[in-house]
């Protein structure tokens, strides 16, 4: 008899219902897929892995045979908040898939602030008929914060794409035609030479307000910030200042401290901003549920629990 998986998701009931019927398919050959509200007791106490997606922690808790789960998103903040030290062990999504996107949607918004695509957005408005002087993609630093499996992916796109590319991680670190910097005095120095600062680093307790108004205060002239990790790294007070007064020109958010942002919040309506409703790397069913039965099969077949998150350092 297939071992029974269990699928606990607090997510809208839209995605809830694409991954019910996506999952289960995937796995047919491997195991039962069954959504937490259908498992029998005995369900409940033989399994020994879950795919989760926003779930209720109450619900993981009462499946105390648990040796891990499967998260369904790139970004586990939530889980290692949320489920005991002691709880299963946490696997993110990784999808190769996912840093294709997200490297696609971080040359992409490159490219609208690279060929001033706000300012002639402006100049429309008030019908200004301008051009600009345009610099050419070398003469052009963009500094990649967290360079990990979506920020090293988009560190080599841009670079492919002519940019001069700078890289900023926890550990010291080397990607070819990228120069490298870690810790507090290499986050300077980044912040220092770039004209566009990415944020693709994960937050941890560690990252939780790390670009402040020191941090922010250190940028060129007229530098420019793609935000695509989570709202709560970059404090937003901080933001509004170094946009309203400098140094920073624009701002591209996909993420914010509370989502959807509320109405009144001021980002929506500020000039130097572009709100996005957090799209540039969705998990995509068709590749994900594919990494996520390799995962589940290749346990079921070894016992083997893949790369699981470091509690302690929180991704
Ligand atoms: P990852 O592979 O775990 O890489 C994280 C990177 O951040 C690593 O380079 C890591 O440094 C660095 N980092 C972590 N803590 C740091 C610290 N305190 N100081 C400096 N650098 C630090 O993560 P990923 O898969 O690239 O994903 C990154 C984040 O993107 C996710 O956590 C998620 O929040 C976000 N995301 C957003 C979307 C969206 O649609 N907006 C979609 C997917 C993911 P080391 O290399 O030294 O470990």
Known sequence: M?????????????????????LPEALADIAVVKPFDELSQAERQQATVAIVANPDPSEVAALPGLVWVQSLWAGVE?????????????????????????????LAWTLYLHRDMPRYIQQQRE??????????????????LGIGKLGAASAARLKDNGFNVLGWSRNPKE??????????????????????????????QETTGRLGP?????????????????????????LLDALDHGPL????LDVFDEEPLPE?????THDKVTVLPHISAPTITSTAVRIVADNIGGYFETGTVPQSVDRQRGY
């Not at 709880?87 to 993110?92: F, T, Y």
Request: contains cysteine; charged residues 25%.
């Open 127 to 144: 019908k200004v008929w301008l051009g600009h002087e345009l610099r050419t993609p070398e003469e052009r630093t963009i500094g990649v």
């Open 249 to 252: 020109s624009h701002a591209v």
């Open 214 to 238: 020191a941090e922010l205060r250190a940028c060129k002239k007229d530098a420019a910030l793609i935000n695509f990790a989570r709202g709560p790294i970059l404090q937003s007070e901080a």
């Open 264 to 268: 009144d919040h001021p980002f929506w």
């Open 175 to 204: 990607l070819q035609g990228i120069s490298c910097f870690h810790g507090e005095d290499g986050l300077f120095a980044v912040l220092n030479r770039s004209d566009i600062v990415v944020v693709l680093m994960p937050l941890t």
């Open 2 to 22: 297939k071992p029974v998986v269990p699928f606990i998701s607090a997510a809208s009931p839209d995605e809830r219902q694409l991954w019910r019927s996506a």
């Open 78 to 106: 939530r889980l290692t908040a949320e489920l005991p030290d002691d709880g299963p062990a946490i696997v993110r999504l990784t999808d190769p898939q996912m840093a294709d996107t997200m490297s696609e949607a971080v």
